[in-house]
């Protein structure tokens, strides 16, 4: 008889760090595979539900994943191909643009069913 032993320790890898202070940013992740999150989140159930969506942004960026989408950004671009296509969507950066909840991108990492798929691949329970 088969079974499952699950994991008694975090299988996450992906430091967070409080650092970020930007006015009305709550997380970053950034293509170094790290997420930063703003000083000033105190409630936990907030800070988790930041760390769910910045999570599926890591994911993006992580090319070798088939869960999501590929996300990649430079100085002045964003790049994203929605998963299963082969098209590319350019959207230059901007303080309007970045994190529009108009974004591809973030109406994937916004995405309730998305974010639990991604926490349980990154939990070991995926």
């Given at each position: 008889m088969a079974f499952k032993i699950q994991p008694f320790y975090n299988?996450?890898?992906?430091?967070?760090?409080?650092?970020?202070?930007?006015?009305?940013?709550?997380?970053?992740a950034n293509d170094a595979g790290t997420i930063r999150l703003s000083k000033d989140l105190t409630n936990p159930a907030q800070m988790?539900?930041?760390?769910?969506?910045?999570?599926?942004h890591i994911d993006?960026?992580?090319?070798d994943s088939n869960d999501t989408g590929d996300f990649a950004y430079d100085d002045e671009n964003m790049y994203y191909t929605p998963k299963g296509s082969n098209k590319t969507i350019k959207?230059?950066?901007g303080d309007n643009v970045d994190g529009s909840p108009s974004l591809k991108q973030e109406k994937e990492a916004n995405d309730p069913k998305v974010?639990?798929?991604?926490?349980?691949?990154?939990?070991?329970?995926?």
């Open positions: 299988l996450n890898q992906t430091p967070i760090y409080r650092t970020l202070e930007e006015d009305g940013v709550l997380g970053v988790q539900a930041v760390i769910d969506h910045e999570m599926v993006q960026m992580r090319h959207t230059q950066r974010q639990k798929k991604i926490k349980n691949k990154y939990n070991g329970r995926g």
